[in-house]
């Protein structure tokens, strides 16, 4: 996914830092781009606002003064990511909206079905699960989203969360354990 390996990537941040070229930066830049406005995107379920995010994601790193990575860059980034999504989410005028998020900003077209109710019960189904995934606590979203949905690996999660291993871990399973709830939920309604 990166410019290089992930060495590399710190590697290029810092050589940026010190010297301030924009052709490394660029390269940071085009690696990074649209995972970060994935990851913002399902952070807040609103395509538009993600773009923003994640221009403020890359505005913080070009700004950055000093790089001394305590993790790989992957992490650093995702953790500026993170800090940026969270506090867009706990500004007191944040109004929530969806505006065709599913479709869009995953960067993945919708499945094709050759049956019209199987893709539409699909479209419902994704609503759901992101619905359900706006109400988890800050953290357990943070860590679901990392590493069920971005694939990043658990130590990374933990530095870039700031926690620990078995912390993320047991985040993700709480995150899960609620989201099945909400689907139990969600089936239960729809029959009674």
């Given amino acids: 996914m990166g410019a290089g390996t992930v060495d590399e990537e710190a590697q290029l941040m810092a050589e940026f830092v010190r010297t301030r070229d924009r052709r490394m930066f660029e390269r940071l830049f085009q690696a990074y781009r649209r995972p970060i406005v994935a990851y913002a995107g399902r952070y807040v379920r609103d395509a538009q606002l993600a773009e923003e995010l994640a221009q403020e994601v890359f505005v913080r790193v070009y700004k950055t003064k000093r790089y001394e990575p305590d993790a790989t860059f ?21 109004r929530r909206t969806v505006r065709g998020l599913d479709d869009k900003i995953a960067g993945e077209p919708a499945p094709a079905s050759a049956r019209p109710d199987v893709a539409l019960e699909g ?10 995934i706006e109400k988890l606590p800050e953290k357990q979203r943070a860590a679901f989203l990392l590493v069920r949905m971005e694939g990043l690996p658990h130590d990374e999660v933990a530095r870039t969360l700031e926690t620990t291993v078995p912390s993320v871990k047991s985040l993700v399973h709480r995150a899960l354990e609620a989201l099945r709830k909400e689907a139990a939920f969600a089936v239960e309604g729809e029959r009674g």
């Fill in 74 to 94: 992957k992490t650093w980034i995702y953790r500026v990511a993170t800090n940026v999504c969270l506090n867009e989410l706990r500004r007191p005028e944040r």
């Fill in 123 to 132: 479209k419902r189904l994704g609503a759901r699960l992101n619905a359900a």
